[in-house]
Structure formats: structure tokens, C-alpha cells
């Protein structure tokens, strides 16, 4: 089956710097890449929708000037955490969509983001 | 072997009424599921999800239970719109794997 991949799967970071996370669809072009957020405990939060070669969308809340998200091929979307806190602790989610028609959404492994 | 299914192809509601959708898996290793919509000819639209350690999630018109002891989820919206009309997929996330239903399409008659 299709396989999106995440990279970093575990990042540890300073408070203050910028952390990148990169999704990628290994074997299949994606229209559009959401990516989530999940809370120890808590279900997942669609953070934002990117369709390639144009702006993202952010859900309601979401900083779109803290999380950054470039879908900048249709085989790669990253997601920068600007100037991360120990609140921006959390799991982060990427999933893809091949564009067909039958609804298959892919999702990646997930990042855990750890800021000290 | 599915280990996500969803029986019902199609569902017909009155507009005001519940919406149930359903969905059963098999293997519970499973760490948490997702409900999505889609329109034809349009990209997926993430409506809620619950982790395994839940039983229920509410978001708006859209509540999805879990049953962990049956392997059982529905999604439940009230009130049904018009607009709800769509296919709804419920997909199980678990060991870096992601497994779909085949879908249930909605139909909310006004």
C-alpha cells in the first residue's frame, strides 16, 4: 500500500529554536497534505490543509506564523515549529491524499516534538 | 482479511434527524481512529477522531464512540444537514499502518 513517511520521528529541542518535520508520500504523488497535532491522551487536532503550490489552511486557533507549513512538491510537506516552547510539546501527524477518488488518506508514522 | 469494515454502503436520513454511521474493526492493537468525509471530485475533509483510551469524543453536530470491547465505532451527527450528504470513511491507525473502511455514503434528504 501507499506509505507516507515522517522525518524526524523524535526531535528534542532547545526552547526558542526552530524545529522542521518533514512528511513525504514515498510512492505516490499527494494533491493535498493535512497535518495534526495529538495531545498525550487526547485525539488528534487537524492543525492545517496543504494543497501543493499553494497556501495552507489553518483550523481555527491554530498560529499559522508559529506553524509553518510548506507543501512545496506534490511528494513533500514540512512543517516548522518557529521559536518552539515546551508547550509546543506534543505528536505531530501528517497525512496524504493520492487525489483519487477513492477517499484513501494516508498517514505517516508521527514526530514527537519534545522542547526543553 | 478487512480489519476495518463498514457494512452499511449507503444511508438515507431525514434533515434533523441522527446520522449513524458505523464501523467495526478487527485487531486491537489499534491506537486511535479517525472519521473523514468526501464530496466526489474533492479532497478528504478530517471531521473527528478518538483515541483507543477513549470511549467517546464530541466536536459540534459530530460524536464518534468507541467500543473497545465489541471493536465497535460510530460516528453520530445530529442534526443530519443536507450538506452532511457525502461518503464517510473511518480509518484505524496502529503500528505506523493505516486502515480504511470502504465507506458509507450519506444521504440527508431535506
Known amino acids: 500500500g501507499a506509505v507516507v513517511s515522517q522525518h524526524p520521528s523524535w526531535v528534542i529541542c532547545k526552547s526558542g529554536t526552530s524545529v522542521k518535520i518533514e512528511c513525504r508520500s514515498l510512492?505516490?504523488?499527494?494533491?493535498?497534505m493535512f497535518w495534526y497535532r495529538q495531545f498525550p491522551k487526547q485525539s488528534l487536532m487537524l492543525m492545517a490543509t496543504?494543497?501543493?503550490?499553494?497556501?495552507?489552511?489553518?483550523e481555527q486557533g491554530v498560529e499559522k506564523d508559529k506553524f509553518l507549513i510548506n507543501h512545496a512538491s506534490l511528494t513533500l510537506s514540512t512543517l516548522t515549529v518557529t521559536s518552539a516552547h515546551p508547550e509546543d510539546s506534543s505528536f505531530y501527524i501528517c497525512?496524504?491524499?493520492?487525489?483519487?477518488?477513492?477517499?484513501?488518506?494516508?498517514f505517516g508514522e508521527g514526530s514527537r516534538l519534545t522542547v526543553l | 482479511d478487512q480489519q476495518v469494515k463498514q457494512n452499511s454502503p449507503s444511508l438515507s436520513v431525514q434533515e434533523g434527524r441522527i446520522s449513524i454511521l458505523n464501523c467495526d474493526y478487527t485487531?486491537?492493537?489499534?491506537?486511535?481512529f479517525l472519521w473523514y468525509k468526501k464530496y466526489p471530485a474533492e479532497g478528504p475533509t478530517f471531521l473527528i477522531s478518538?483515541?483507543?483510551?477513549?470511549d467517546k469524543n464530541e466536536d459540534g453536530r459530530f460524536t464518534v464512540f468507541l467500543n473497545k470491547s465489541a471493536k465497535h465505532l460510530s460516528l453520530h451527527i445530529v442534526p443530519s444537514q443536507p450538506g452532511d450528504s457525502a461518503v464517510y470513511f473511518c480509518?484505524?491507525?496502529?503500528?505506523?499502518?493505516?486502515?480504511f473502511g470502504a465507506g458509507t455514503r450519506l444521504f440527508v434528504k431535506a
Open positions: 478518538i483515541s483507543s483510551i477513549k
Open positions: 485487531n486491537s492493537m489499534f491506537d486511535y
Open positions: 497525512s496524504a491524499w493520492t487525489g483519487q477518488d477513492t477517499g484513501e488518506l494516508f
Open positions: 480509518a484505524a491507525l496502529g503500528g505506523f499502518k493505516t486502515i
Open positions: 496543504s494543497n501543493e503550490g499553494s497556501k495552507a489552511t489553518y
Open positions: 510512492d505516490f504523488q499527494a494533491t493535498t
